[in-house]
Structure formats: C-alpha cells, structure tokens
C-alpha cells in the first residue's frame, strides 16, 4: 500500500526543470484544444486497479499517441473532427490501434464524443468559477463540469507549463470514499494531464488495523486511478 502512495506521489509531485512560454488565456478558449491536421500528441498513461479482498493490487503504465485527423463535417459554426489513438507498453515498440473519438467544436463549446457518448468538456466564455452540465448531451446522470482555476501554472514531465486551466469534473471525498476527475488543458497544447480516482477503503477489507485517522490513500481497499500525463506534442 505505501508503494502506491509513494508513487502517486511521484505523479503528483512538481519539479520544474524546463518550461513552456506564457501565453494569455482568451476567453473563447478555442486554442485550448489544437487542431492542426497531423499534429501528434503523446502520453503516459498509468492505470491502478486495488481490489483487497481478491488479492488483487495492479499498476500498468502505457504510453498513448493521439494523431489529429481532418475535418470530417460541419453545421453551421460547428465542426468536427475526428483523433486517432494508439497505444503501447512502457517497454514496446510498436503501436497497436486502441480508440477512435470525434471532437465538436462550436462557439459555444467543445464536444468529445467516443463509444457514443457525448460529453461537454469545455464551455465559453472562459470564466474562473463558471460550472457547465457536461452529461448535457446524453443520457448519464447530471455531473456538473466547473473552471476551477484560470492562469495557473503547473510542472508535468519536468516541464513548467503557464497559463493552464483547470476543470474539475467531480470532487467527492469523505472518511470512506474518493470520487473526483480533474483535467488540465495548456493554450496551444491542449490537455496536458487528467486524474481519475473511483476509490474507497473498508473495514472489513483492510488488512491488520483498520484506522479512520490514517488518510484515505493510505487504507484503499478498492478502486480504480487513472493518470494521463502528456510527454509532448508534435
């Protein structure tokens, strides 16, 4: 269990080295997501599974290389555009297909659409605080998409990048419980890291002393953590 925190940790943890040149938020946002045809962006992706009771406590970390593909339709001011992504292991060479998404641009918003599922991902104006219904477009539950922050700087990689804005998804946590999704996107980058935690420590589960004190991170018993992490962008 400490091994996981120790790594999360890592994830977490800003070390600047390098850095990215500031550029000032527009309150449209359209440069938040490029879409130059051809443009390639790569990441890390580390997925952890925890399942205590089964005897299961899994770390896998891919590497995921989205291709920007043409502009496939458009309606009105809207447009679409369709991404490639590919994926590999840490320690392979080759790519293999992995999923196909659309993207729906308008002056109202950003639309990622994949497996038939529509969701709202960004909204303008670009305001700090302003909350948007990102299941507006389908059929899931209402989950209430928010500008946290606006103009902040952030170190992925080594890499200090400005300028960031950050949407929160949801933020749920409690004694039991950690449900929270949070993106980062960069001016002329796009995004540049998402964290997904789905996690929640029992105590019939947890091994040895169960203690309410000790932090949730520290007591998982189950769940799922995503991160995605940018390495860079061609």
Known sequence: M?????????ILVATACNSVDPQPIEANGFNF?????GSVTEYKQTLVHIDLPAG???TTEWL?????????SQSGDSKIYRIEVQRRGINDTAWQPYTVYELQVSNEQIVRVEANTAIVVLRFPMEEGKTWQGNALNTMPNEKFQYRKL??????????????????????LNLYTLQSQKELYRRNVGLIRKEIYNVESQENDFPGNFNITTPLLDRLTYGDIEILEILNRM
Do not use: A, W
Request: glycine share 4%; proline share 2%; aromatic share 8%.
């Open 56 to 58: 299961i406590y899994d």
């Open 33 to 37: 997501i490029p879409l130059e045809q």
């Open 151 to 172: 103009n902040i700087d952030t170190t992925i990689q080594t890499i200090v990048y400005d300028s960031v804005c950050e949407v929160v998804h949801r933020d749920f």
């Open 2 to 10: 400490k091994q996981l925190i120790i790594y999360i940790g890592i």
């Open 64 to 72: 995921l290389r989205e291709t920007m593909g043409e502009q496939i």
